[in-house]
């Protein structure tokens, strides 16, 4: 029953502590709410700018402090440290949440555009690509593999008659996974050698992004919710994607 819009009367003041900071380039990447943890948020929203600033900008080249999150999930961790290890001029800093930084130079970078994200720049997905299989040491494996992205663990966009159609997948040879169950290492680890992927709409797509630029994909979507998200990035990256189109979706869009 509650209405689905935020107005001002949702938001109350904090007491925060005021702490003065050196002068230094500070780098905006703090997010306002929850989504900034989010898997395919942080790497299709928010990474993009942090590769602009070192690629595109002179302030890339300087010594520059990464302002983050606290509390930030291990997948952000991991990817802040490959940074680190490229690129000797970035350290990163994270904001407590009842500090209030003063500071002369602060920076944000926006890459508002027209189109979704998703119909990424080459050189952004190819900089993420790079950064995880050296970070973590992998090796595209020789032998492929097949793999619906179950979202059994997930409470929407699950699909309802899911046990009657594990058989016709595993018959074709496809391991199921649930992406949000691993690290991000064995998330790499397991899609860097998937030439097919399926399944529902949902953050475990993204991982398409670290499959082989000729895998093909297969999404499935609730009659009533069809979204070009996952095709624009999988044209972005030279991958073949067809979808399928199920029944009407519930309440939470199974």
Known sequence: ????????HDFRPILTK????????YFNMLGSHRGHEHFFHFLLDRL???????????LGREPVTVLTNSGL???QRDIYRFIGQRFANVRFEAVPPGERWQMKRFYHLDDYQPIKRTLADPAVLDFFRSLVFEG?????????RRIYVTRSDAKRRRIANEPEIMPIFARHGFD???PGTLSLRDQVAQFMSADVIAGPHGAGLTNILIAPKTA???EIFPAHKVKNTYFLLAVSLGQTYRAVIGGWGGRHEW
């Open 73 to 75: 999930p291990a997948f």
């Open 18 to 25: 005021a702490v003065s900071k050196p002068d230094a380039n």
């Open 48 to 58: 993009p700018r942090l590769y602009y600033l070192l690629h595109l900008f002179d």
């Open 136 to 144: 973590y040491g992998l090796a595209e494996p020789e032998h492929k």
């Open 176 to 178: 199921s996974l649930a």
């Open 216 to 218: 093909r994909v297969l």
């Open 1 to 8: 029953g509650a209405r689905d819009f935020v107005s001002y």
